[in-house]
């Protein structure tokens, strides 16, 4: 019988917030074929949001079985990403012993903002990559340890979700340098769990898991996971690594210089750099991808959740699914709202802030504004606000040569045009990608041996379309920027106040669905 000659194909495998999508790939960059599993994102108390690690664990052999049943391509391996910063309470067994507490989860607010307000505070930032901030586990250890001491002195290990779903498919309890340069626990300058803060937490380098490069191969899946996705039991298992990175990788921007913009219902903007470190004021993130490629960049917490408030509060007329309505009423109103602007916290903020503080507000209203002005200066605030990750990047010592942006605003002309605008640089489109998928894809075949490198992403990525600014509306986003940027500043004490009397209140409604 003649040699199978196929080109391997591998499967990504994606745990996100809200689901779970597995994504075949072949080395040219082609899907096969992709199946997704969802699972609820628990709210039991304000602030809280955390998932049952069971479900997520059941929603990857779903996904991954779907796919494999799918194929008929022979399947070189697994690889996967996943989303970053949350946090598991593992027993001697290894079983979860606190639900997965998910970076939307701001319990440890408090912990958050007493330790930014040490002087070690943002030298702990710059030597972990990590902004101090509640989505990170550093915090969240604290909370732990400060509110639930008797569950806290019990825990035999503490993981991510991702860490936890290989020690389930593959039996051995590791980490990678990307899911843990989120954490606000590894040194990303010695690639070693940093003492400092280990300290800061109460906990031990034997607490966690070993630390092992994204490219890592595990040998192989257990009978059991064999057995629940259909795959051999001697199938490669590439640890991969966080979603966040996997992303600039999924939309092919992997050169130094070459900027990633996700907007979904939250957002994010990432320079692909050789070295990691952050800006001097802390403005930035800096994670992992492999040893020698790193992301530096800030997420937004309030990206298409914004559009989503704006229909509901302003046009309920429209109906829950009237994206395009939305965004053509907001046509309707001209660059910049009239002089309408908005801060869009509506799930308070992350970059460049890193604060749970902050909540919206529109700023020069008058008696001439409506409904459509209300609108676009909601979207122009998500812009502007990227506008100032962005600046921050810069601040960090990264050239800005090109920008590629996905999601799912980018089905929007308007969006697309008012982001180019807004940050006064054209704006490249990628078709065909799942994102992050793809990027685990990638970084698998590499690991496995079936690509040279994680550069062939560049040609792999196709650009749809690239979007050039418009010279009169980005000098009026220009002059407008400043306004934006010195508004947070001048409401800190607003916001303070607020929350100060916040237990007087009336209770404020009920919150939306913390972003995906």
């Not at 806290?152 to 991702?162: L, P, Q, R, S, T």
């Not at 991808?289 to 298409?304: C, S, Y």
């Amino acid at each position: 019988m003649p040699q199978d000659t196929r080109p391997g194909v591998v499967i990504g495998v994606d745990i996100g917030t809200t689901s779970t999508k597995a994504v075949a790939y072949d080395t040219a960059g082609r899907q096969l074929a992709s199946h997704s599993t969802g699972y609820p994102l628990d709210n039991p108390q304000p602030g809280y949001a955390e998932q049952d690690p069971q479900r997520i664990l059941d929603a990857v052999l779903e996904s991954v079985r779907a796919v494999v049943t799918d194929l008929v391509e022979p399947i070189a391996g697994l690889a996967f990403s996943s989303a970053m910063h949350s946090l598991i309470g593992l027993d001697h067994g290894g079983n979860p012993v606190t639900p997965s507490v998910t970076w939307a989860d701001s319990r440890s607010t408090r912990q958050a903002e007493r330790l930014r307000a040490v002087p070690s505070g943002l030298a702990l930032h710059r030597r972990t990559g990590t902004p101090i901030h509640p989505m990170a586990p550093l915090p969240k250890l604290l909370w732990f340890a400060e509110l639930e001491p008797k569950l806290f002195d019990g825990v035999v290990h503490w993981v991510g979700i991702k860490d936890w779903v290989l020690l389930r498919l593959c039996g051995t309890l590791v980490t990678d340098h990307s899911i843990a340069s989120a954490t606000g626990l590894m040194d990303i300058h010695r690639l070693v769990w940093d003492t400092e803060a280990l300290a800061i937490a109460g906990i031990t380098d034997e607490q966690l898991p070993h630390l092992v490069a994204t490219t890592a191969v595990l040998p192989g899946l257990t009978p059991q996971a064999a057995a629940a996705t259909g795959l051999p039991q001697r199938t490669p298992v590439v640890v991969g690594a966080g979603d966040g990175p996997l992303a600039n990788l999924g939309l092919g921007a992997v050169h130094p210089g070459m900027v990633a913009c996700s907007i979904g219902t939250s957002g994010a903007m990432r320079v692909m750099v050789e070295r990691p470190g952050v800006d001097p004021l802390g403005g930035v993130f800096c994670y992992a991808l492999t040893e020698d490629r790193w992301v530096v960049g800030g997420a937004i917490n309030n990206g298409g959740i914004v559009l989503k408030w704006a229909g509901d509060a302003l046009a309920p007329e429209l109906g829950e699914h009237a994206h395009a309505d939305l965004v053509a009423l907001a046509a309707r109103a001209p660059v910049g709202s009239g002089g309408l602007i908005m801060l869009p916290y509506l799930l308070s903020e992350r970059a460049p802030h890193w604060s749970a503080l902050p909540r919206g507000a529109y700023v020069g209203l008058t008696h001439g504004h409506r409904r459509e002005h209300l609108v676009r200066a909601a979207l122009e605030g998500v812009c502007q606000q990227l506008a100032l990750v962005l600046t921050s990047v810069r601040a960090a010592g990264n050239e800005v040569r090109e920008i590629r942006a996905g999601g799912g605003f980018a089905r929007s002309g308007l969006w697309r045009q008012m982001l180019a605008d807004v940050l006064g640089l054209p704006v490249s489109f990628p078709s065909g990608h799942e994102g992050s998928s793809f990027g685990a894809a990638l970084l698998g075949m590499q690991a496995l041996g079936l690509i040279d490198s994680i550069d062939v992403a560049a040609d792999l990525v196709q650009i749809e379309e690239t979007v050039r600014p418009d010279a009169t509306a980005a000098a009026t986003y220009s002059s407008l920027l400043p306004l934006f940027a010195e508004l947070y500043d001048a409401l800190v004490p607003t916001f303070m106040s607020l929350r100060r009397l916040a237990p007087g209140l009336p209770p404020e409604p009920t919150p939306a669905p913390p972003p995906m």
